[in-house]
């Protein structure tokens, strides 16, 4: 194994059980996702540490990680600032009680840490394995994707976030701006910052085999953990929500479906909406 891939293996090890001890003491594991988006940068941190002949594609990789990694953790500590631990957590702390610091470590901490590895792979051997070699023109298709996915990802969270803080859109659905075109306008730009780095990663000899790291992410986001584990929440939460489901796409952004009036007449093309 490449002296890259070990260390980032034992930081990841180390760091998560420090993130699980710590979460012991507050007695919220949330913290476990506002450390998401900063674990990546710290791998990527580690990988150019231990590389031999860090070149530009590196550095370019490391400031990629960084902004996508940095934003991430920022708001999600800035979002959830007074909530308390997420109900998810809650809900599993009252199934376990006592068991729960044991379990929490190996299904949350141990399980995110795993993910996190593999999801990395590119970035890893995009910065460990870099010979120097210079930039090209693959590697500025990757940034720009990287970029339009940071981009629908940053503007999707400000959008919500301001839909949000205004009280007349409590238990209402948000159907303008980008989350008129897609359900789930972060998630889509998170799985194409994933394959835009992927992509600038390809500049480097071995990492092809890591095509299977955006492939995990884009499956997490979209099947497992993501958008359909949500959209199971907000559909109970929120009647208007089935409706707005039938109008927009669920991930890939589109032009918003075009649904029959209940009475049989034509269909109609709904406009942009303050709320669902």
């Known amino acids: 194994m490449n002296a890259f891939l070990f260390a980032t293996i034992v930081w ?77 957590y809650q809900a599993m702390r009252r199934t376990w009680a006592a ?32 010979a120097g070699a210079a930039l090209g023109l693959r590697d500025a298709i990757g940034a720009a994707l990287f970029a339009t996915g940071l981009g629908f990802e940053t503007l999707g969270d400000w959008q919500l976030a301001r839909f949000r803080a205004k009280p007349e859109n409590a238990g209402r659905v948000l159907e303008h701006g980008l989350w008129r075109y897609t359900r789930h306008p972060n998630y889509f730009g998170d799985a194409l910052a994933h394959w835009g780095i992927f992509i600038v990663a390809l500049g480097t000899e071995g ?27 907000i559909a109970k939460r929120r009647p208007d929500y089935s409706a707005y489901q039938q109008r927009a796409n669920m991930f890939v952004p589109g032009p918003p479906k075009r649904v029959a009036t209940q009475r049989g007449d034509d269909s109609r093309q709904p406009g942009p909406r303050s709320g669902g």
């Open 12 to 88: 990841v090890a180390a760091s998560m059980t420090a993130l699980w001890l710590l979460s012991l003491r507050l007695r919220d594991a949330s913290i476990v996702d506002i450390w998401w988006g900063p674990g990546f940068v710290a791998i990527g941190l580690v990988s150019f540490v231990c590389a031999e002949t860090p070149g530009p594609r590196a550095g370019l990789l490391l400031a990629l990680i960084a902004l996508w990694g940095l934003r991430l953790g920022g708001y999600l500590l800035w979002r959830n600032q007074g909530r308390g631990e997420d109900p998810r």
């Open 99 to 130: 068991r729960f610091p044991l379990v929490s470590l190996v299904t949350v901490f141990g399980l995110q840490g795993l993910l996190m590895w593999l999801v990395s792979l590119p970035l890893q051997v995009g910065i460990g394995a870099d």
């Open 207 to 233: 990492a092809l085999v890591t095509l299977l790291s955006p492939a995990l992410m884009t499956l997490l986001l979209l099947r497992v953990s993501g958008a359909a584990l949500l959209e199971r929440s």
